[in-house]
């Protein structure tokens, strides 16, 4: 069969309902083995590049996204891992900072594919679950990056750390971004627990670059560091922001690096995280291409972070009136957008439109919402995704109402055209013009609003 028959018989969307197929993304399976097997089978595709690994509760992709546009702004030829997807899967897999072309997802899959069946059949036979849906995805991603070839890769976590399907790569730099409370079930039910999970990408020969951390975390991670005799900096300490202005369309910069200072960055990106999060990626790059002891060039810095993107993360989809789309996912999530909203947008009020994943914490999450927004909230709708996993409009709706939120203020639908029809309604009624709608609460939403309301 030729390339071209193969490419009329499968697509990104056949192949997508392949991986579908398997476990779901929300079904983890704590093993590696299996991982190891199939990257053995391949050829060790996860031994092909250099790695930038990133785990953490919330910024994850936001660093990967600027830690990328860094990379690529020294030349170097990327690729990226990162999840959940907004609208394709092929997002999940970028080179040189965009989601990788339909032809090289299928024909690698294509390739892949026997392979992955061979491990599924011994996962069978030993009584074991096959590939799930994560593990498969990942597979092919780094499969991908070995075949492009990227001069490096930045791979995100998807859930924890050691027994994650992306720790069979050996970071050169492990980046740990905030950790707070999620996944407990998952993950264990104090900061210090998670950390143990996290610190697990920390491999011997790697650099550890931090964010400020919760103390009993940040303890957990430098004990990790020393007992690997891996080189360790933490924000706060050896690097961070000196000083953040808001500007128009994102935010001024000056930071402190590992090997310098690094005064003026515009960076297009809303809010205080971002810039801790710009401070975090910087490090990292850093400890890649001078092991943290050269200053980088900074016009490439400057031409790095004027680059960065994170699309669904306080991203403005419309105007007149503003739609912000945030995939908050989690309280801590919530309350770093709220302050930047504030910070950046003048809305006089802010009309929110919340749709939940059953296995995210809904009730903390619609507390933290009306904490943050209580003055400038009066209209919230409740709705839902199409996600199998999403909560029931009507059921988060009483959650809501648990929560705090007034029933008069509240409209309940499971279509999200309507809510977003009545929820610019509400904003466009602001007398003084300065409505704007919020859209929260999880990725999946974010997504199908984006695909709704036409962004690129």
């Not at 028959?5 to 309902?17: P, T």
């Not at 030993?126 to 780094?142: D, H, M, P, S």
């Not at 009545?422 to 009624?429: C, F, L, P, T």
Request: proline share 4%.
């Amino acid at each position: 069969m030729s390339n071209e028959q193969k490419f009329d018989r499968f697509s990104v969307e056949s192949v997508y309902a392949e991986l579908l197929a398997r476990a779901p993304e929300n079904k983890i399976e704590p093993r590696m083995e299996p991982m190891f097997r199939a990257m053995e089978i391949l050829g060790e595709p996860n031994k092909s590049f250099p790695i930038i690994h990133i785990t953490g509760t919330n910024g994850k992709t936001s660093t990967a996204r600027m830690i990328e546009s860094l990379l690529r702004a020294h030349d170097l030829r990327t690729g990226r891992y990162s999840s959940p997807h907004l609208v394709s899967v092929t997002e999940r897999i970028a080179i040189d900072g965009e989601p990788v072309d339909d032809e090289t997802f299928v024909r690698i899959w294509d390739e892949i594919r026997p392979y992955l069946q061979i491990v599924d059949d011994e996962l069978i036979a030993a009584g074991e679950n096959r590939l799930t849906y994560f593990e498969a995805v990942t597979i092919l991603g780094f499969a991908i990056f070995a075949d492009t070839p990227v001069d490096v890769a930045i791979i995100e976590v998807g859930l924890g750390g050691i027994t994650d399907a992306t720790n069979v790569g050996d970071a050169q730099v492990s980046v740990f971004t905030p950790i707070s409370l999620d996944h407990t079930d998952l993950l264990g039910d104090t900061t210090e627990l998670i950390a143990h999970e996290k610190a697990g990408i920390l491999k011997p020969g790697g650099f550890l670059i931090s964010s400020a951390q919760p103390a009993d975390a940040a303890q957990v991670l430098l004990e990790k560091a020393r007992e690997l005799e891996v080189p360790f900096r933490f924000e706060g300490v050896e690097f961070g922001v000196e000083n953040r202005i808001v500007a128009v369309g994102g935010q001024q910069l000056d930071l402190q690096g590992l090997a310098g200072r690094y005064p003026g960055i515009l960076l297009p990106l809303h809010g205080e995280h971002q810039a801790q999060n710009a401070a975090v990626a910087l490090a990292a790059v850093e400890a890649f291409i001078g092991g943290g002891e050269t200053e980088l060039n900074h016009e490439l810095v400057l031409e790095g972070f004027g680059a960065a993107t994170s699309p669904g993360r306080l991203e403005v989809i419309r105007t007149a009136p503003t739609v912000l789309l945030d995939a908050g996912h989690n309280p801590d999530g919530i309350r770093a957008s709220a302050a930047a909203v504030k910070e950046a947008f003048g809305f006089s009020k802010l009309v929110l439109v919340v749709g939940i994943l059953a296995e995210k914490d809904a009730e903390a999450m619609l507390h933290q919402l009306r904490e943050e927004y209580i003055d400038l909230v009066e209209d919230i709708c409740i709705t839902q995704s199409n996600s199998p996993r999403a909560i029931p409009a009507g059921e988060l709706a009483t959650m809501a109402l648990d929560a705090g939120f007034n029933e008069d203020d509240l409209f309940v639908t499971e279509r999200l055209d309507d809510a977003l029809e009545w929820a610019v309604g509400r904003a466009e009624a602001s007398e003084d013009f300065g409505g704007g709608v919020l859209v929260t609460g999880s990725i999946t939403l974010v997504g199908e609003t984006r695909m709704l309301l036409g962004g690129k």
